[in-house]
C-alpha cells in the first residue's frame, strides 16, 4: 500500500514537470530584456515563490529595471534599481494566462493556428485605443534552440489595442523579438501627436530545462558589468526642500537646456519639464506623498538624479 502511494505521488511529480516542460519555464527561470528610451538599461525578470490566486497555482514574476545613462567620454551613470509591481501566471496544457485586474487572460497559446486571436486584457485605454486588447496569430513554426525543438507562434497586435505583443513567441522561454516578456502599451494616435514607449530587446532567457539562451552572444548585463560605469560622486544641480510639501525648487551648476523629470519608485515619469534657465520650481502639491526622483540632463547629455521625499 504504500509503495503503491509512493508510486502514485512520484509519477504525479513527474507528470506536473513535463507538463511545466513542455508548455513553460521552470521555476528558476531568469529573462534579460534590454531598453531604450530617455536612457538605456534592462529588465532582469526572475520567478519567486509560487501563490495561490483564485484557487490557481501562479508563478510570480519579480522584475528589476536596471537604469544607465550616458555621458560624454563613452562612460555611463548608473541610475536607481528599480522594482516593478510583481506580476503572476497560471498555465493550462498549452496556454499561458497572466493576472491582471483581478482577471486571468491568455497570454500565449502554443496549441494556437493561424488567424487565431484572443484578448490579452479589456480594462484599459489610453491614446484613443480602444479598452480591448486583442493579438492574433500571424505564423506558426518549430524551432530548435539549444538542440531542443520548441513550437513557436508569431503575434501581432489588432489594430485599436492600448496593450499588444509583437513578434515570435516561444515555449518554455516567450518572446524573443523587439518585445518584453508581457504585453506592453501601444498608441493609437493620429500623425499630430507624438508619443515615445519605451523599445524591449530579447537578449537572454535561463532556467534548468533550457540553460542559458543568449543568442546575441554579449553579456546579459553588459552595461552593468563590462561599460564605463561612472559613480555619481558630483551633481549637475541642488535641490531644495527636501522633504517638500509645496514647491521644488532646482537650480543648475550651468546655463542652457535642462531637462527635469521626476519618477516614481515605478520608474514612472510623474513629471516632466524643461527649462532654460539658471534655476526651476516645480509644483509638486498635487503629488502623492511618498519617495521620488529627481533627474536632470543639460545640454551635454551629463545625468544626475536625486532621491526626495513628499510630504
Not at 537646456?257 to 502639491?285: P, R
Request: aromatic share 14%; net charge negative; charged share 20%.
Amino acid at each position: 500500500m504504500k509503495a503503491k502511494l509512493l508510486f502514485t505521488i512520484i509519477l504525479t511529480f513527474l507528470s506536473v514537470s513535463l507538463s511545466k516542460a513542455q508548455s513553460w519555464v521552470q521555476n528558476d527561470a531568469v529573462w534579460h530584456y534590454d531598453y531604450y528610451m530617455t536612457g538605456y538599461g534592462f529588465y532582469k525578470v526572475s520567478l519567486g515563490n509560487d501563490t495561490i490566486i483564485a484557487g490557481r497555482t501562479c508563478q510570480r514574476y519579480i522584475t528589476e529595471k536596471h537604469q544607465f545613462f550616458p555621458q560624454p567620454g563613452n562612460v555611463f551613470v548608473a541610475g536607481p534599481v528599480v522594482d516593478y509591481p510583481q506580476r503572476f501566471t497560471s498555465v493550462s496544457g498549452d496556454t499561458v494566462f497572466h493576472y491582471e485586474n483581478d482577471t486571468f487572460y491568455t497570454l500565449f497559446n502554443f496549441g494556437a493556428s493561424v488567424g487565431d486571436q484572443w484578448v490579452i486584457n479589456d480594462n484599459y485605454s489610453h491614446f484613443n485605443c480602444d479598452s480591448v486588447s486583442k493579438v492574433k496569430v500571424i505564423e506558426t513554426d518549430v524551432l530548435t534552440i539549444n538542440g531542443t525543438s520548441r513550437r513557436a507562434i508569431r503575434l501581432t497586435t489588432i489594430e485599436g489595442s492600448p496593450k499588444g505583443i509583437e513578434g515570435w513567441v516561444v515555449e518554455n522561454i516567450g518572446p524573443i523579438d523587439a518585445q518584453y516578456l508581457f504585453p506592453t502599451d501601444r498608441a493609437c494616435y493620429d500623425s499630430t501627436m507624438i508619443v515615445d514607449f519605451e523599445t524591449h530587446n530579447f537578449k537572454c532567457f535561463q532556467d534548468t530545462y533550457t540553460n542559458l539562451y543568449n543568442p546575441s552572444g554579449v553579456d546579459c548585463e553588459y552595461l552593468k558589468n563590462h561599460a564605463g560605469i561612472q559613480e555619481q560622486t558630483s551633481s549637475i544641480f541642488k535641490h531644495y526642500p527636501n522633504p517638500v510639501n509645496g514647491v521644488l525648487k532646482i537650480e543648475f551648476k550651468s546655463n542652457g537646456n535642462h531637462e527635469v523629470k521626476i519618477t516614481d519608485l515605478k520608474g514612472k515619469t510623474v513629471i516632466q519639464e524643461y527649462s532654460t534657465n539658471e534655476k526651476a520650481e516645480i509644483d509638486l502639491s498635487r503629488m502623492l506623498k511618498g519617495v521620488y526622483f529627481i533627474h536632470v540632463i543639460n545640454e551635454q547629455q551629463e545625468y544626475s538624479y536625486k532621491r526626495i521625499v513628499k510630504l
